[in-house]
């Protein structure tokens, strides 16, 4: 097996794969591509399972690259930040809910049992839509989280058992678990911020959301001493705050937001997330090289990037 198609059942496996970085909507300019245009999507192989966070348009390509050539029926794990359009753009189109044998489990927010479902239906709604979610032919299940839950996984491709967690950032040890937080800093039913912990090494996935001046304490415990933070970065200061046209309320954070937050968590590695369609090559380069002068650990995270855990 190359360094490039890892085994995924290899248990030293925590690996994330970026399929979409893109806030908003996916760009098709060329001058984005280099970055890359598809919206959110995150692969992580990790302890024998494939967990992906937020079914944006990268989603396409992920659940194609799933279906094709697997010789069992493929699992996944999906979870979902919200339902804005970017986020869930690639549901419909993504493969193993197509296919008949392969399962799917949905995770996000919802704060009643089925809510997640019925947020999920709105996408499907026959003017939007030609085939129900319930008539997808795979096999899928999807949980409504508030927050504060701990999720453990039995064997591959079994129902993950979902308890309350008794701390926020969740235990340091060997086994693959995911917490959740849910944040109100996103217009209007607010997000849900993850991390993933397997073999004392753990990341958190933050995107869509607002800092406030300082950050949210919730948050800053949440992403405490995480190996890895994947944080919203859509806007520059001058767009945020731009006499003309302010974006400050829209849900998103700027660049010094995140740098912020991850000084004050004391994480290993930030990721910038959730670009700005706008940006392009050139600016994103900049971006980038600004923000490692502010927090050396920086990447801008790109379409096809790959990070080990472990
Ligand atoms: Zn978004
Ligand atoms: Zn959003």
Redesign the pocket.
Known sequence: MSRSQPNIKDSSLFRLKFWGVR??YPTVDAATLGVGGNT?CVEVKVDGRRLIFDAGTGIIPLGKELCNGATSPPAAYVFLSHT?I??VLGLCFFEPLLTAAARTFIFGPGATHGALTRSLRHLTNSHLFPVSLDELKGKKEIFSLTGGEIIRFGSPGRRPKIEKARTVSGPDGEELVVTTCKSAAHPLNGVMLYRVHYKNKSFVYA??IEQQEGGYPEVIEFARGADLLIHDAQYLPEEYFSRTKARKGWGHSTIDMAVDVARKAEVKRLVLF?HEPTHDDKTMKEIEKQTKALFHSTVVAREGMEISLL
Do not use: A, I, L
Request: proline share 0%; hydrophobic share 0%; aromatic share 0%.
């Open positions: 806030g908003s959110s804005h970017d986020h995107t869509d959730h």
